[in-house]
């Protein structure tokens, strides 16, 4: 129904070269047992494409289906102010089916961050508006539910199995 | 109407019929006590089935867009009152869900949004202003999640033309 009505920037989270043909945008969630799906179609469509794939990655946290999605992104957020982000992207959704308070202060631990400065991003709520804004922007994109992709900024609606967005991929990124 | 066309949407400029229907088994809601403030209606097919969840799940999220336009939302599908209510809790949705179980679908039909061959609603979205009349409407392929984009954008314009 509409494409991305904010564009990629310095602001978001971004795995690959700005020289990329083709840009893969996720809206996703970290607790949506189909962003988990994705999360490994992605890894080996990155492998599959090398650098004519760059991937972004926004928050979509469905909070009242899962009482963790919301905890996980803002740790998320925490991670990248550290620098971390993916590391913690990663994480989260290798331990999807494991999402708790404690757990979450493990990862941080396991990732080597500065765990009382991460309790104190998270109790403290520092990075809930930036999660809501991601929400937000997709909701006025039309993101209708998790994960949402786009594709060099245009609504992807198609099937998002690997062999379905590796043709789409690839017929863009030349 | 024929029962075998696609049923045609009340078009924006129309007065929203104005319907009561039971939201639990001892309260019933009319679209009229909403005089004053945007209504948001969305018909959908049936509690339960997935995209309906995932639709009224994103709307559940924009609790706080709907306030701050002081928007009531209202989901309406032909399901029984404690469907209704088992869904709600589930779900946790803090909006109310309406009845249209008897006589069954007359306000999809009186919104031109009822599918008389499966017995259910369309997957329909109507605006209505604070004056009662429809101002966007919107019918979704009936296994498509229609999102909130079409719902924020309309709820802004109205917010926007009362501004002064």
């Known amino acids: 129904m509409s494409d991305l009505t904010v564009p990629v920037s310095e602001a978001d989270h971004i795995q690959g070269s700005a020289q990329a043909t083709v840009t893969l945008l996720e809206y996703g969630d970290y607790q949506c047992p189909y962003c988990g799906q994705a999360y490994g179609i992605i890894k080996d469509l990155q492998a599959a494409l090398g650098g004519k794939l760059r991937f972004v990655f926004r928050n979509f946290p469905l909070t009242k289906a899962h009482p963790y999605a919301e905890l996980a992104a803002e740790a998320a957020e925490a991670a990248a102010a550290a620098g971390k982000f993916w590391e913690m992207h990663d994480t989260l959704y290798e331990n999807q089916r494991a999402l708790s308070e404690e757990s979450i202060v493990e990862f941080a631990r396991k990732l080597g961050l500065d765990v009382p400065q991460f309790a104190e991003d998270i109790e403290k709520r520092r990075f809930r508006s930036r999660v809501r804004k991601d929400f937000m922007n997709g909701v006025k994109s039309g993101v209708s539910g998790t994960p949402g992709f786009f594709i060099n900024g245009e609504k992807y609606d198609e099937s998002w199995d690997y062999d379905t967005l590796l043709s789409a991929l690839s017929r863009l990124s030349g | ?164």
Request: glycine share 8%.
């Open chain 2, 1 to 164: 109407m024929s029962a075998l066309t696609t049923a045609t949407p009340l078009q924006p400029g129309t007065m929203a019929p104005d319907f009561t229907l039971a939201t639990t088994p001892d309260q019933k809601v009319s679209l009229s006590e909403f005089r004053g403030r945007p209504v948001v209606l969305a018909f959908y097919p049936a509690d339960w089935s997935p995209v309906c969840g995932d639709q009224l799940g994103l709307y559940n999220e924009l609790k706080e867009e709907f306030d701050r336009y002081d928007a009531v939302l209202i989901g309406i599908s032909v399901d029984g009152i404690w469907c209704h209510l088992a869904f709600a809790k589930e779900r946790a949705f803090h909006f109310p869900l309406l009845s249209d179980f008897e006589p069954k679908g007359a306000t999809a039909k009186a919104y031109g949004v009822y599918r008389a061959k499966e017995g259910e609603t369309e997957r329909a979205l109507f605006v209505i202003d604070r004056e009662g009349a429809i101002r966007w409407s919107y019918v979704s392929p009936i296994g498509i999640n229609p999102g909130a984009d079409g719902i924020l954008r309309e709820l802004e314009r109205l917010a926007g033309n009362s501004a002064k």
